[in-house]
Nanobody
């Protein structure tokens, strides 16, 4: 069972990055996929999620209109396109597979089945 996130890096404010997360060892298409992020000294926060069929997406208010989550079930990969990046987006970004969805357009850390190791995103001002 593996989730491998990539695509992080250092970018100036206003720039863009695209994160990828490749899955192996389990049935990717059976799970909703979620991105979280964790800044130093803070809790791990929900960023975006996409339902297993790919037709429905959810976003934290702080990233709406700037970030786009997508998935390719044929490639067992989920993506996070991040545009108009801000210094407050600086964090380690984690992808995860959700065990279930409680509703309310939000996913909880405790409800994840699998986690990737994270990729660092740093946005300079």
């Amino acid at each position: 069972v593996q989730l491998q996130a990539s695509g992080g890096g250092l970018v100036q404010a206003g720039g863009s990055l695209r994160l990828s997360c490749a899955a192996s060892g389990w049935t990717f298409s059976n799970y909703d996929m979620v991105w979280f992020r964790q800044a130093p000294g803070k809790e791990r926060d929900f960023v975006a999620a996409i339902r297993r069929t790919g037709g429905i997406t959810y976003y934290a208010d702080s990233v709406k209109e700037r970030f786009t989550i997508s998935r390719d079930n044929a490639k067992n990969t989920v993506y996070l396109q991040m545009n108009s990046l801000k210094p407050e987006d600086t964090a380690v970004y984690y992808c995860a597979a959700a065990r279930y969805y409680r509703g309310s357009y939000y996913y909880y850390v405790d409800d994840m089945e699998f986690w990737g190791k994270g990729t660092q995103v740093t946005v300079s001002s």
